[in-house]
């Protein structure tokens, strides 16, 4: 059985303990120019001021005790993701990718390292402090939609204002402008059961985005999608991450829908092993768009 307990931090390898997680050295990078190829890319982002910088990690390890063995989970996972960049993760079952989600969001402690979201490290905060950060900073996109069955769409949306101590009046206004952005303007009072998937998880993207946060984590956002409804879901979250500025970071199975993010970072058993540029990222997608507009007039 797996042990989630503080041995996991005293038992990880010397050279994780070298460093204390609150002094991790800055690692020394080449600029994103100099990485050859034409898919290959830098996982950092050198050069760009703090503020930019929506997520830095450094140095992060997760370790299991699996009875006398330990399990690397994240083996040393390092990169960084400006603002406005829709980054995707991908890798097999068992390859590390939701841990690093877990990591990302506070949901799960690290064994080392530093996570640290629009310059907070959030390694080391309590419990009610990680929840006042995501409540204020974070929204989640999940696989299935974890819609509120007996609300509708309006209630589902406006829900985290709820958490938020916002007037009842406020929070629905706010949720029909995001619901109507999402093109249900017709489904606000419907309940999930009475939607397709798709529009509810168009639900699920509006509740994430309601709050404003800065930074939205899609845990296998379209898997319970057939392939028509996924790319719809897919050119609307890489739209809101173009033209609103928003920061998504989205794990996945398929490669073909990694394919949509500025970059794809590749994880296998616990390490990032390639970052490369998305064959469908939006500005790919808009060049051979106006192309086809001049070819069309």
Known sequence: MIN????????????????????????????????TGDKQVSRFCPGLPPEELVVQVREL??????GDSRVHALDGVDFDVRRGEFCTIVGTSG???STLLNMLAGLEAPSHGLVRLQGQNIVGKSEQELVAFRRENVGFIFQSFNLIQSMNALENVALPLVFRGEPRQLREQKAAITLHMMGLGKQIYRRPSKMS?????????????????KIIFADEPTGNLDSHTSQEIMDLIQSLSKKHGQTFIMVTH??????????????????????????KRYELRKQESDQSAKTEQ
């Open 95 to 97: 390859s590390g990718k």
């Open 61 to 66: 390890y997760k370790i299991y005790r699996v």
């Open 4 to 35: 989630h307990n503080e041995q996991d931090k005293e038992n990880a390898p010397s050279k994780v303990r070298q460093n204390a997680p609150g002094k991790v050295r800055a690692p020394k990078v080449p600029p994103v120019e100099t990485i």
């Open 254 to 279: 398929d490669n073909n829908l990694a394919e949509y993010g500025d970059r794809i970072f590749r994880i296998l058993d616990g390490k990032i092993v390639s970052v490369e540029r998305g064959e």
């Open 197 to 213: 998937g798709g529009q509810q998880q168009r639900v699920g993207i509006a509740r994430a985005l309601v709050v404003h946060p």
